[in-house]
Each structure stands twice: as C-alpha cells, then as structure tokens.
C-alpha cells in the first residue's frame, strides 16, 4: 500500500490499482478510461494493451469540510491514476491521457511516478510543444491557449492531482482529429535513452519542439514542498489564475513556467 497523505495533503493510499479515500474525503465515483475509450485519440487504432483500463479519474475530490470552499471558488480536485506500459507492445506509445484543450489554466501536481507532460501551442501558425518530465512533488502549471497529454513514462503508477475551473468544459476534438499531439512519445528501442518521439504527420502547424522540467512555481504562490490541496484551502484566493485569464497573463508574463533543457525544430 502506497500512503498518500504527505504527498497530496489528504488521507489517501493506493492499493490493489484503486485509490483508497479516509474518513470524511469523497469524490465522484471514479471514472475508467479504457483501450477502447481511448482508441481514436492514439497513434494506433488498432492497438493492444495488457490492461482494460488505461488510468483511472476520481473527479471533484475534497474533504467534507471543505466542500462550501471548493463551491464558493469554482474549483474542483481530481486525482488521476495512469497505470504503466505500452500500447501496440514496444514500438508503441506509452499508456497516456487523450489530452484536452481549454480557455483556462489548470496546475497539476505529481503525487507519485514518472510524467512527461505535453504542453502544445494552440491557434498560432507555428505551435510550439513542450515535452516537460515531472517527478514526486513537482508541478506543472498548463497555461491558457495550450493543449496538454499527460504520460506515464515509469514502470510504476503514475498518480497525478490537478486543480482547474470547474466552469471550464474540456475539449477533446483537438486531440482526436489528430489522434495525439504533435510528436508522439514511444518506448526508445535503446535501453540507455528512454523514450523516442515520432512525428505525427496530422499536425502541419507544428513549431518547434522543448524538452525540459517544471519550473519553480513558488513565486506564483505554488511551493513544491507543499500540497496543491493544502495550499488551496488554505488560501483559495492564489488560484484566482485558473479562473482568470488576465490574471494568469499578468502573473506569467515574468515567470518562466519550464525550464527548457533543449529546443529545436524536430521535422
């Protein structure tokens, strides 16, 4: 059994592939993606997987108590469970997200495994994509006007925390209509490298490609050490950037939000 409470500031552990939730925490009943769900959005439609479910969402999650700030705010808690391996065997993707657009920022947070977050432009001539690798504790802020996948790059659960408008509908077609973003992250055939990308031909509009990892959020008011959940309900008023745009504009415009180890145009 892996305990959660230090990591996502709730009485929480993961066991048997399922979070389990402490006293007085509830949530939505968890939602299931599976291979079948997923399949129009990968890189392969004719896919296979050793697992049924891809990952696991447990959406609106809190403690009772604090539900009337989660209300008051229009801010909702998911955590989501991406489980490890491939899809189509060893020359396929790592298992991922869909992926989503939206109008609004939205902060993740990873609780335990190895992510490769993919933060794609959207709208411009050339859209630039961010390949960011995240560990235990570090967050990730996905700005406005970008798309983002999430991807379990480990051996071992990936278990992520995010908080975002709950006004804000996601937007899945993007994604879809190109069957994943604009580089696709495959399992590397060399031990030593890790993983490969491939070009995804769907995107003409691709710009250039970033690799890098999270930056220090702590000017923004997100400290690594500290808990999104905690650092909400403590003083939800920090988050005012996932509700509004001027505001994350104004709050971003002098904080780097990676830190970009490599860029260049891949194709």
Do not use: C
Not at 43 to 59: I, P, V, W
Not at 78 to 104: C, M, N, Q, S, W
Not at 131 to 156: D, M, R
Request: no cysteine; charged share 25%.
């Amino acid at each position: 059994m892996l305990t959660l409470k230090k990591q996502s500031g709730l009485q929480l552990a993961f066991d048997d592939d399922a979070i389990t939730l402490g006293k007085g925490v509830v949530s939505e009943p968890v939602h299931a993606r599976t291979l079948e769900d997923a399949r129009p959005y990968l890189m392969d439609k004719h896919a296979t997987a050793r697992r049924k479910n891809l990952y696991l969402m447990y959406r609106d999650m809190h403690r009772e108590q604090d539900e009337s700030i989660f209300r008051k705010y229009h801010i909702r808690y998911d955590i989501t469970v991406l489980f490890p391996g491939t899809l189509g065997g060893k020359k396929g993707e790592y298992i991922r997200t869909i992926g989503h657009t939206h109008p609004a920022a939205e902060i993740y947070e990873v609780l335990a495994g190895e992510a490769m977050f993919v933060v794609q432009q959207i709208g411009a001539k050339q859209n630039d994509v961010f390949y960011i690798a995240a560990t235990k504790n570090e967050k990730v802020l996905i700005p406005s006007g970008y798309g983002h996948i999430t991807i379990n790059v480990g051996t071992e659960p990936l278990i992520l925390a995010d908080l975002f408008s709950d006004s804000i509908k996601s937007n899945y077609s993007f994604f879809k209509k190109r069957r994943g973003a604009a580089f696709w992250v495959l399992l590397s055939p060399w031990e030593a490298e890790g993983i490969t990308l491939a070009e995804n031909k769907a995107h003409k509009d691709a710009g250039e490609v970033a690799l890098g990892t999270p930056a220090d959020l702590s000017k923004l008011g997100f400290p690594k050490k500290t808990p999104l959940y905690t650092l909400f309900t403590e003083d939800p008023t920090r988050f005012d950037i996932l509700t509004n745009p001027k505001k994350e504009v104004i709050a971003t415009k002098k904080t780097p939000l990676f830190t970009v180890n490599w860029k260049g145009k891949l194709a």
